[in-house]
């Protein structure tokens, strides 16, 4: 018997004779808690044209899915049969995934958006039992650099529930645009969230392609965003980046600036010197931004950025020295520290949980922040060593703004190549510190990145993150890799492609050499 192709991989699948046949008298029965999965899995195959009834506490049904109390909140177990399938889970959480499965399980047509006449909608007959590696399974999308519309991120995060990731990192701002509106402070968005024109090319070019771009979220929008994702055990992380990487938010309100000028929106890509002051006003309107985010979003997770954050504009400022000295910020790199610290009281009095990139794990960091290692694995080991939990991020295996191969005539993308073979075969894991068997630490999971300067449109987000996003689920999710990993996992991508392509998603082509980078 054929090993069914699933991406990710599940701990423990097996092959066990007949299948079961979805036909016209299929029923979806349910317990009371698993319901809305129910209603999810109906609306999901719905392509198949069947009518599909959801019955609550009918304890008939060639669908099964019922909640048992055993295990972790997202392990389940699926068998299939002549007699039908049946999804066990502790927890809805673990009945989503599930339904993902089976959704594998099916034909390639059952992802397509409309019916496909003349399939037989088979399930083949398995067991799988199956839990996450890791709890941090995700992708970050910046859309400061490109605004993303949001029917485009639903059917992203649509993406992700499929892949059994859990987590979508929205990185609201930066130097090129603010796109999360705060009603407080309306020139975020009616300033900062457009810019005149964009660069061509890599960073420090000087050539521009005279076209005007923008766009931001109501807070209306990113509420039914949150609300879609959640029905799909997505988790939106938000991250408004401070204090650096705010030009768009200084073309606003100059005045938070350390001198006071007037700003731009950002047209060039790279890193730029502007950097919020510490007034207390200041301090005032970073708190109220945060208010209204935390309005927004539930995440138990929210992330305040801490990244490429120069201090050339602080030592130059005498105003900015002489409240150093009022605060009592010791040496030219306190001040850094200092804004993160503030930040991280402010949202851990208010019961959520601080995530910062590397460079923000100082000394100062509060030990429940989250590092997120973007610098490189190192950098994830150090910070569990010295007793904080990461979620790795290393641009080396997980930036997905990186060039897929090598192959010659591509779209612009950053100079590096990252392939899914070596995605695949990376282990986001690091090893215990000194041998022991208890780091202080912990390594949560993982995410791929995608940076957008040169990702203008869905589509072109899309080619960067497939099948990539697809390989780095498979080590978010799945057993470490083995010998034969790359191998295994190609097998079942060729036939993953195919789901991709029901549902029109873009993607690179990889041979899976490594190439230059």
């Known amino acids: 018997m054929t090993q069914p192709a699933l991406v990710p991989e599940p701990a423990e699948l097996e092959t066990v004779g007949e299948g079961y046949l979805l036909g016209p008298g299929t029923v979806i ?9 129910a209603e999810l899995l109906r609306e999901y195959l719905a392509v198949t044209g069947l009518p599909l009834p959801v019955r609550v506490d009918d304890q008939q049904g060639g669908i099964q899915l019922r909640l048992t109390g055993d295990g972790g909140d997202e392990a389940y177990r699926l068998t299939s049969g002549p007699g039908g399938v049946r999804v066990e889970a502790a927890a809805p959480a673990g009945l989503r995934h599930g339904i993902q499965t089976l959704r594998q399980l099916l034909p390639p047509e059952v992802f397509d958006t409309t019916a496909s006449p003349g399939v037989t909608w088979a399930v083949p007959g398995v067991r799988v039992a199956d839990r996450p590696r890791f709890s941090w399974r995700g992708s970050h999308l910046d859309v400061g650099r490109h605004f993303m519309p949001l029917d485009f991120l639903h059917r992203y995060v649509e993406l992700l529930a499929q892949h059994k990731l859990n987590r979508l990192h929205l990185h609201l701002t930066e130097d090129q645009g603010w796109r999360f509106e705060v009603r407080r402070y309306p020139r ?125 504009e602080w030592e130059a400022d005498a105003r900015v020295q002489e409240r150093k000295r009022e ?34 794990a100082t000394p100062a960091l509060d030990p429940r922040a989250v590092v997120m ?104 999710w799945s057993p470490p890799p083995g010998e034969g990993a790359w191998d295994g996992f190609a097998a079942r991508l060729a036939v993953h492609q195919r789901r991709l392509d029901a549902q029109g998603v873009h993607r690179s082509v990889d041979t899976g050499s490594t190439g230059r980078g």
Not at 234 to 249: F, S
């Open 29 to 37: 029965a349910c317990d009371v808690g698993a319901r809305e999965a």
């Open 188 to 312: 975020l968005t009616e300033v900062g969230a457009w810019r005149a024109e964009s660069e061509r090319g890599l960073a420090g070019t000087g050539d521009y392609d005279g076209t005007p771009h923008g766009g931001w979220y109501s807070q209306d929008d990113l509420r039914e965003l949150v609300t879609f994702a959640d029905r799909r055990g997505v988790l939106v992380v938000p991250e408004i980046d401070l204090p650096g990487h705010v030009t768009a938010a200084l073309a606003a309100y100059p005045e938070l600036g350390v001198d006071g000028r007037p700003h731009e929106v950002a047209r060039d890509w790279g890193i730029f010197t502007s950097v919020l002051n510490i007034e207390e006003s200041t301090m005032t309107f970073v708190e109220q931004v945060l208010e209204e985010l935390l309005d927004v979003f539930p995440s138990p997770f929210i992330h305040i950025g801490g990244d490429e954050c120069p201090t050339t």
């Open 327 to 360: 605060l009592g910020i010791d040496g030219p790199g306190g001040i850094q520290p200092w804004f993160t610290a503030r930040m991280c009281a402010f949202l851990i009095e208010r019961g959520r949980r601080p995530v910062v990139w590397d460079e923000a």
């Open 373 to 476: 290692a973007w610098r490189g694995a190192d950098r994830g080991a150090d910070a569990v060593a010295r007793g904080w939990d990461v979620v790795m991020a290393p641009q080396e295996r997980t930036y997905f703004d990186w060039y897929a191969d090598d192959s010659p005539g591509q779209p612009i993308a950053q100079p590096w190549v990252t392939t899914v073979r070596q995605v695949v075969e990376w282990d986001p894991d690091v090893e215990p510190v000194g041998g022991s068997e208890d780091p202080r630490g912990r390594v949560l999971g993982t995410q791929g990145q995608l940076w957008t300067e040169f990702m203008a449109t869905p589509r072109r987000v899309e080619e960067m993150a497939f099948p990539r996003l697809s390989a780095l689920a498979e080590r978010a």
